[in-house]
C-alpha cells in the first residue's frame, strides 16, 4: 500500500485517508471517510497506475481534492461517497515517490516523480490537468540511482535564491534557472 494522504475528500471539515495499492496496471485506490477516532467508512476512489507514488491536491480548481497517482490523475466529482473519481491518463511516469511544488515559478502546482527505473522528473500541469503533463527532466536512471526518497518537504529553496530545489535520499538538485529546465 502506498499514495497515502490525509485531505477533506468529502468537504465536511475533518481529514480523510486516502490510501492505495501498488500495481503497474489498475492499482485499486480508497479513502476512508473519517466519522470518529474509532469509526472509518472506506469508499472507492478509483484506480491509479503507480509503484506506491500518490498524493492529493486540488488539481482542477473546482474546490475538490483529487489525486496524482503515477501516470493517471482522478478528478473528484464531487459527490466522492457515491461516485469513484474519474481517471484521466496525464503521461507522467509509473513513481515511487510523488509530490506537488511550483518548480518553474509561475505560482501554479508541478508534479515531482521519481522511479528508480526511469529516473527524477518534474511535470508542468497544464491549465486543463486532463490534457497531457509536460515532463522535464532533473536527473536520469543512471544519475538517479535511488528507489525512493522524494516525499512531502522535499522541495523547497535549499540555497536561497528564490526557487524550489528538489531533495532526495541520494542528493539535493538545485534547480539553477529557476524554471526548472537546468539542474545540477
Sequence with gaps: MGQ????DIDGDGDLDWVSGEASHSQGRIFWWEYQGPNTWIRHDLGKGNTDVGGT???LNGDGWPDVFSGSKILINTGNPRKEAFIAYEIG??????SELADINGDGRLD???NSDK????WFEIPADC???????????????KIHGGVSPKAVGDIDG???????????WYENLDGKGLTWR
Aim: proline share 2%; aromatic share 6%; charged share 20%.
Design 4 to 7: 497515502t494522504a490525509l485531505v
Design 56 to 58: 492529493a491536491a486540488d
Design 92 to 97: 507522467a511516469i509509473h513513481s515511487h515517490d
Design 111 to 113: 508534479a515531482i516523480a
Design 118 to 121: 526511469a529516473g527524477l522528473f
Design 130 to 144: 486532463t490534457k497531457p503533463w509536460k515532463k522535464y527532466t532533473i536527473a536520469t536512471a543512471e544519475q538517479h
Design 161 to 171: 535564491d528564490g526557487d524550489n530545489d528538489v531533495v532526495t535520499g541520494q542528493a
